[in-house]
Every structure is written in structure tokens, then in C-alpha cells.
């Protein structure tokens, strides 16, 4: 074989493969990265079992909630919460906070009435500084993009009325969801269930 500068034709040769090996890798994975791109059907963004909101933000629909990933029907207690049915500051006596006015929680683990819910609670946002400066400090920004409690599990998992407190190791918080969306003490993925072992 000829050698040309140290190097031989089979070298170079073989250099030329590797090197086509290396580009064809890289082309396939842009071509992979790609195409998933185009997985997503522009004509329900959020798939086919959730809706999407006037925020932009994949919901259940109505009449249901989010429970270990997928939506569920929302099923009646028997408390009418119909308007009129409590007015807010009144104190009525209630069993879950559906049976309670805007902006009030049900204290069921205490006096089972009606009480007012944190300051910032259920307020929309899109990043932590819509909640700063008020009880609920965390922006829950993966689904429901509303200001929540956090902080639970160093509270002995207290939450402010009938709140569940959920521990997420993930985002390195603990917070307190509505209890509908933790039926049977499942909280949402990927969230433990911190019980409650104190009164506030």
C-alpha cells in the first residue's frame, strides 16, 4: 500500500466509514427529534380525555377532576351548594367546602363550619410573584395555575379547612389540594399523602 503522509489509503479509507457512520448517527437523531415534534394534534393539544382552558392550561372537563392522572366524575355528597344556599361570613354549618360561599373553606377537621379560606388561595398564576405577599405563596403552575398553600408537611400535614397536604419530592414542597382531588388519600401523581396528626 502507498503511504501518504503516515497514512494509508485503507486508512483514510477507513476513517471516511467512521466518519459517514458518526454523520448518519447524528442525522437520524435530528430526523427522530424531528418527527416527534409532529406528535402533538394541533386539533386537541391536550389529548382526548382533557379540554383546554381560556389560560391555555390542559383541564378536566366539566363535572370531573383530576385523580391519579385522570379525570373522574365529581360525585355529589348530598350538600347543596347552590347559591343562597350559605352566605359568606355566616359560619354555616358544611361537610366538604363545596358546601360553602366563594372564598371559604369547610374547617372539618375542627368546628365543621364554614371559615374563610387563606388570602391568595385559588388566585390564577403563571409564576411565584402573583403569589407572593399573600397565605398562599406557591404558584401551581402544571395544572390548575392558581396560588396555593405550601409548606404542610413541616406543619404536621395541617391544612387550612378540609386541604389535604400532599408531599412532592420533585418540586421539593409539600401543598394542600382540595380533597376531591384526593379521593381514598391518593394524592395527585406524584405527590405521598402526609397525614394530618395535629389541629392547627
Known amino acids: ?23 448518519g448517527r447524528r442525522l437520524a437523531l435530528l430526523l427522530a427529534i424531528s418527527l416527534c415534534g409532529c406528535l402533538v394534534d394541533s386539533g386537541a393539544p391536550c389529548g382526548a380525555h382533557l379540554r383546554l382552558d381560556a389560560d391555555g392550561a390542559c383541564v378536566c372537563p366539566e363535572g370531573s377532576a383530576l385523580s391519579d392522572g385522570a379525570c373522574v366524575p365529581v360525585v ?28 371559604e373553606l369547610c374547617d372539618s377537621h375542627d368546628s365543621e363550619r364554614c371559615v374563610a379560606a387563606p388570602s391568595g388561595l385559588g388566585a390564577p398564576c403563571s409564576g411565584a ?39 412532592y419530592a420533585v418540586i421539593g414542597t409539600s401543598l394542600c389540594v382540595p380533597s376531591d382531588l384526593a379521593p381514598d388519600g391518593g394524592c395527585p401523581a406524584p405527590g405521598q399523602l402526609v397525614m394530618r396528626t395535629s389541629s392547627p
Open 129 to 167: 410573584a402573583e403569589c407572593a405577599g399573600t397565605e398562599a405563596t406557591f404558584c401551581e403552575s402544571f395544572s390548575t395555575r392558581t396560588c396555593v398553600v405550601q409548606g404542610c408537611a413541616a406543619r404536621a400535614g395541617v391544612c387550612p379547612g378540609d386541604l389535604v397536604c400532599c408531599d
Open 76 to 103: 355529589d355528597d348530598g350538600v347543596d351548594d347552590s347559591a343562597g344556599a350559605c352566605e359568606a361570613g355566616a359560619g354555616c354549618a358544611c361537610t366538604s367546602s363545596r358546601g360553602c360561599p366563594e372564598g
Open 1 to 23: 500500500m502507498h503511504r501518504i503522509w503516515g497514512v494509508t489509503r485503507y486508512d483514510q479509507h477507513r476513517e471516511g466509514i467512521r466518519r459517514m457512520d458518526v454523520e
